[in-house]
């Protein structure tokens, strides 16, 4: 090989080994300005939370002037999935909302990717607007198990689930509105001897195991939560709750109060099938409750599980404040906005649940009403969290479960066995 | 002393540093360090921890990944077994009948239509799907009802017993296209000749078919069974949008499995355990698929 050919290639690979390091390397560290905010969430912008937060933003900006906003609307999925990629990279916004929980925003702070709130927590007096059982899911310890430890983010709604029930399907087939578990068996059954399947159900997402771990809650009280969801006791999935949990789900399935289709259909289904008054009972989440005020043609109400002091809920996402977050000032600034009276005023008319909204400020009814129901079940220590958040991935252990309950494919037991085998591969090991 | 002659220096090494080094980068790199990763455990941040062995024990005694590997395998038949098949036929039927009885611009025409769904992302496809087979208002299940067959509803995609048979299924339609001009085009590079003296010989076109055509079309088949069955191995867009592997793991594959494990159980080390051996089975067979075609072409 000639010299002048030799160092061509020489050249060559020095300058393309150049661009492949750039192009291996993280895109510059450089620190924030302080003039702008880098906000990433993914709540729909007509939902009460896109609502609310978006005259956050317009309030940040009159008082922030010179600040600029770059908000970018993620999916639920997208941050779910990339989140600690992309918390670990340069790329990392201010501030952004995140799911809470041990295998989510605990597995973050455990990896050291979000900022220790505490300080501003105190300063900004955050936790004095938050009840006790709200902020179990903003507080992690070094092992990112929730509820204690320091503060790795900021909820500023709430959320549970509820019975929502079809006023009018109940009138027309003459059944009573339930206040007690033999009832509430006794009205779905009447509704299945008029030949209409009484529950909206989705088993290839979350519907279906809301139905499993509400049933398991009703025979459960706060060590078993404690538990299942904290470590702080043995797990035993073939303990009562959870037998009378899968017994009677498989039961329901059999008995037709659960259709044996809906194993793979997804939430948005069976929320669109009440919607449409096939069904007339839904047990979901709080987040529906916005969308049926608008949407249902019909009269409709909503009640607690009958015979449970515990439901599924807990204090909504979380704000959180990646470590490599370039203008963390800015993003204490904008979290503390989302706090504030009139944002959380908005966030209430608008079918969400406030933290720290004023009472009379809130005008709608339905609106007053689902907030006093979490005010009660919050005061009563009553939210049981999620059955998914345990440990990494069990949401699909428990899809999978709940899938074999509606399709038959597995009994009880061995649902149970299974979720056993999950869980305990993911829990901690003390 | 002879004039040494001036000989033009071979500068085509050059030419091949770009592709070499996107190889590396794209291929090469993250392909190390998988394999690295999957002698550790790690949640995807921090510091991995060596495992050793580990991952690849726990792999092979794990009956949820050996059941979505037999999967595969029925992918492999809906993938490539059944559209080579059916794309066979087809194209025969294209090339055969319809140009010569209606024209070569209808062939195309259909032609184009066969080749669509690989137009059409996967995810697109999916969603469309997931909607005819509803077992609530799908459009499959209101035809059977209102054709007088209500009673072969099913829940096409929930029901664990029809599951994988609707994922593979819908795979057939997907990949139905691609062998159908393959072959098409293979056809055309087949002397004429042949098929009139065939003709004149007075056989049937099932005969031409069988005696002709196919023999003809080995060099394609080869290709399309390979493309396809490769294709089928790490199957993922289609399972996603469709199943999340379910029902209850009904239709749950290798590549599915490894996404959900790098990425809602963040066990990244048995993630990359699980890809580590998909790339080793998928290249054996490609070396063993490939050097069978070259046999086989070489005994032509």
């Known amino acids: 090989m000639s010299k002048a050919r030799s160092r061509t290639v020489v050249t060559a690979m020095a300058l393309a080994s150049a661009l492949l390091l750039a192009s291996c390397g993280s895109s510059g560290g450089s620190t924030g300005d302080g003039k702008t905010l880098k906000l990433w969430h993914y709540e729909g912008p007509d939902s009460a939370m896109g609502i609310a937060w978006n005259q956050a933003i317009a309030e940040f900006k009159k008082t922030h002037p010179g600040v600029k906003v770059e908000f970018e609307a993620k999916g639920f999925e997208q941050i779910q999935k990339t989140a600690s990629m ?91 509105v339930p206040t007690t578990p033999e009832e509430f068996t006794a009205a779905l059954a009447a509704f299945k001897a008029k030949g209409i399947t ?59 109060y659960l259709a044996k289709t809906s194993s793979g259909a997804k939430a948005e289904d069976a929320g669109v099938s009440f919607i449409s008054g096939k069904y007339p009972i839904f047990f979901s989440g709080s987040w529906w409750y916005g969308r049926f005020k608008t949407e249902n043609k019909f009269a409709w109400g909503s009640f607690l ?26 993003a204490y600034d904008f979290i503390n906005i989302t706090m504030k009276q009139g944002i959380q005023n908005t966030l209430g008319n608008n079918g969400g649940i406030p933290v720290a909204a ?24 009553g939210l049981a969290f999620y059955p998914d958040w345990p440990v990494p991935g069990f949401y699909d252990d428990l899809v999978s479960a709940v899938q074999k309950l509606l399709t038959g494919s597995a009994k009880p037991d061995q649902v149970l066995d299974e979720l056993q085998k999950a869980y305990d591969a993911g829990a901690p090991k003390s | 002393m002879t004039a040494r002659r001036h000989q033009p220096a071979n500068t085509y090494p050059l030419y091949l540093i770009p592709g070499a080094v996107a190889f590396l980068a794209v ?49 492999v038949v809906a993938m490539a077994v059944v559209p080579t098949v059916i794309g066979l036929v087809v194209a025969a039927a294209l090339f055969d009948f319809v140009a010569k009885h209606f024209g070569s611009k209808l062939a195309a025409v259909l032609r184009a239509c066969f080749y669509l769904p690989q137009v059409l992302p996967i995810t697109v496809a999916g969603i469309v799907w997931s909607w005819i087979l509803a077992p609530e208002n799908g459009s499959l299940n209101e035809l059977l009802k209102a054709v007088g067959l209500g009673g072969l509803r099913q829940d096409w995609l929930g029901d664990p017993h029809f599951a994988l048979y609707s994922v593979m ?25 042949l098929h009139e003296a065939a003709e004149l010989d007075g056989t049937s076109w099932w005969q031409r078919f069988w005696h002709v055509t196919l023999p003809q079309l080995r060099p394609e088949i080869y290709v399309v069974m390979l493309w396809c069955t490769i294709a089928a191995l790490k199957v ?46 998928i290249l054996a067979l490609t070396v063993v698929g490939l050097s069978f075609q070259t046999r086989a072409e070489d005994a032509r």
């Open chain 2, 27 to 75: 291929i090469v790199y993250p392909f190390a360090l998988n394999v690295y990763y999957s002698f550790t455990n790690w949640q995807g941040v921090g510091s991995p921890s060596w495992a050793g062995l580990a991952n690849y024990r726990q792999l092979m005694k794990d009956s949820q990944f050996w059941q979505s590997f037999q999967h595969s395998l029925a992918m």
């Open chain 1, 358 to 381: 004023s009472p009379t400020a809130i005008t709608d009814p339905a609106s007053k009403t689902l907030i006093e129901n979490f005010n009660k079940i919050s005061a009563a220590d």
């Open chain 2, 169 to 193: 299924a819908v795979m057939v339609w997907v990949q139905l296209g691609f062998p159908v001009v393959i072959f098409m085009s293979g056809l055309q590079r087949v002397d004429p000749a």
């Open chain 1, 305 to 330: 599980w009958p015979g449970s002091k515990l439901t599924l809920g807990s204090g909504g996402n979380l704000w959180v404040v990646p470590k490599k977050a370039k203008n963390k000032q800015l």
């Open chain 2, 236 to 281: 993922f867009g289609a399972v996603y949008v469709l199943t999340k592997g379910g029902p209850a793991d009904a239709t749950d594959v290798p590549s599915y499995f490894s996404f959900a494990t790098f990425f809602e159980k963040t066990q990244v080390g048995y993630g990359s355990a699980i890809a580590t051996v998909m790339t080793v089975l």
């Open chain 1, 198 to 256: 009484p529950l909206a159900d989705a088993g290839a997402e979350y519907p279906a195991q809301q139905y499993l771990y509400q049933l398991a809650l009703t025979k459960a009280d706060r060590a078993w939560v404690n538990a299942y969801q904290l470590y702080q006791g043995k797990v035993d999935f073939h303990d009562a709750a959870w037998t009378y949990a899968a017994n009677t789900f498989a039961d329901w399935v059999a008995k037709g």
């Open chain 1, 86 to 176: 992309v918390l670990n990279s340069d790329d990392a916004p201010d501030v952004m909302e995140y799911n809470k929980g041990n295998s989510t925003a605990g597995l973050l702070a455990k990896q050291g990717l979000l900022t220790d709130l505490t300080p501003e927590v105190t300063k900004y007096g955050w936790d004095k607007l938050l009840s006790p059982s709200v902020t179990t899911t903003s507080r992690y310890n070094t092992q990112g198990v929730m509820g204690s430890g320091d503060w790795y983010g900021v909820p500023n709604f709430g959320e549970y689930t509820m019975v929502y029930y079809n006023k009018d399907l109940f009138a027309k087939n003459g059944v009573q």
